[in-house]
């Protein structure tokens, strides 16, 4: 089993950028395929990103694709999400998951999920 926790979020201005972290304990990362959602207000949670296990695979919402960029560092068991250009419909809570099944999945069936960031991006 795995435990993750999220930090780097907060308040940035459009335009601006931020890196969250996703700090991973109780297993190693590289046996999982980890992935970043986020749920804003009143809307359905939705895949942003997710990376294979080696990190020689990864995927993006079209949403983000350009502006945003997943990576991972298995040997400090940490994923990232460095996010440039922010909009302001990229606020939202920003989960980090991990799935112990092989393949990159862009549903929410992945095993284990964080508590979630907070990013606000302000006009």
């Known amino acids: 089993q795995v435990q993750l926790v999220e930090s780097g979020g907060g308040l940035v201005q459009a335009g601006g950028s931020l890196r969250l972290s996703c700090a991973a304990s109780?297993?190693?990362?590289?046996?999982?395929?980890m992935g970043w959602f986020r749920q804003a207000p009143g809307k359905e949670r939705e895949i942003v990103a997710a990376i294979n296990r080696n990190g020689g695979s990864t995927y993006y919402a079209d949403s983000v694709k350009g502006r945003f960029t997943i990576s991972r560092d298995n040997a400090k068991d940490t994923v990232y999400l460095q996010m440039n250009s922010l909009k302001p419909e990229d606020t939202a809570v920003y989960y980090c998951t991990a799935d112990r099944r092989p393949g990159i999945r862009i549903n929410q069936g992945y095993d284990y999920w964080g508590q979630g960031t907070q990013v606000t991006v302000s006009t």
């Open positions: 109780g297993s190693t990362i590289s046996m999982y395929v």
